[in-house]
């Protein structure tokens, strides 16, 4: 057969010579191998005390946004839910009442808004169909958890810390997500 | 009353040295484990256990907590006494060899002078030999008791190693006594340590058919056959839980001490620091200097053996039984022959 490439290299089965088969030679070659590897580099990143930074395009833990003056952005048009592969989003709309008008930016709103950490795949899709920019993948992912239940987020685990109000927690929470 | 006419300060002085072994050696082993897993990690290019203490140092104790509480289960069907017995009997086994290695020359000591070994007898090769053919008994105890087949074929396996490497290793002791003319380990060592060459300089081939044996004597890779993971899940310890299997794990790490404690006492000086005049220091000084050589010949050979272990894959079965009657016993035969004519052409 032809070889299709000129990198194989064809196995050597001569028999062995009488060095080759006292074996202990070899068995010394290998044992200085291991031993070099002693004294290489070590790639383990020792994970609490060290992070391996996440490349600038890593989709983490969804945060829902808000506008300059602290309102939220959603709407719960359920754009994001649509466009959910998972089906992790479920929201449930309101009418923003009179005086509520410093809390949500139109007049409708997400009264609860749930993703299940279990489901979602973090491909982003929501973030990309969201018409208001209201929800974005951070640079965190889910901690652990003991139950289920924990896994699902829902809106005070999801929105940022108020602008206004809130100004050095969203700083802190900036600072942990930067 | 010739009872009572006895040194019985020599009974207690012995009962605390034979403590002072017993719980020295085990601590060491405590902690072989622990360099067992670090020494696998570093030649891996890992760090290994870190996180119990200080530079993971913690760990073995975190170890032996866990097997500790782990439940205790003895196998309806298996012999429940035998079962029992196994661990312990392989445990025992493997302490008793210390009995016979001089870890060291006298100390002076309230006007005494006490002698850094247990039991001087005039046998203690033989002793060695009889005590290491005895340690397959807690394998095969084991194997047998838990009524499961991996376990049996386990045992078998045992068994037929310990028996195939054990008279490659004979003939080697054997080659060794020709060429020290005694059984007593204390005259051994002392012989290398007055002036001579260590016996590796007159045996190496012995030494090294010693020490392959050794190593297949303690189940360790690459002979490490009876507790062969792919093949028979654990071997023959594969129904213990908790501490039974902690001994049956620690035994092999008291094994690999006490070989490397033999194999330095025999052919690599056992307390003789080399280039250095004992005589030159106080004798409890030198004494304490001769403990610590010894100490650190064994840590270089454990390391030998961790080494081994973590580079050469495990032999195949009939690999094993090819090495060890068509090649180890007539290289220790020929390493008889050779010996013997060394000793002839001396006369």
Redesign the interface.
Known sequence: MQALTNKSIAVNRSPMTIWERLYLIN?IK??L???S??F?????V?YPEQKREFSPVFRGLHVLNRDEEGRENCTACGLCAVACPAEAITMEAAERQVGEEHLYKEEKYAAKYEINMLRCIFCGLCEEACPKDAIYLSETFAPANYTRKGFIYDKNDLLIPNTLTNATELAKAKGVEA | MTLLAFDWAMIIEKLILIVIIVLTTLLITLYTTFGERKVAA??????GP?RAGPFGLLQPLADGLKLIMKEEIIPTSASKWLFILGPGLAMTASLMTSAVIPWGTEIHLFGRTIELQVADINIGLLYVFAVVSMGVYGIMIGGWASNNKFSLMSALRAASQAISYEIAMGLALIALLMSTGSLSLKTIVADQVTGNWWNVVYQPLGFLIFFICAMAECNRTPFDLPEAENELNFGYHQEYSSMKLGFYLFAEYVNMIMSSAIMASMYFGGYDLPFFDESTVAPNIAAIIGVGTLLIKIVLFVFLFM??R???PRFRYDQLMNLGWKKMIPLALINMLITGAFILSKL
């Not at chain 1, 290489?40 to 383990?44: M, V």
């Open positions: 068995i290998g044992m191998i291991t031993f590897h002693m290489k580099k070590q790639p383990t020792r | 570093i030649l891996q290019d890992r760090p870190n080494w081994i973590w580079t050469i």
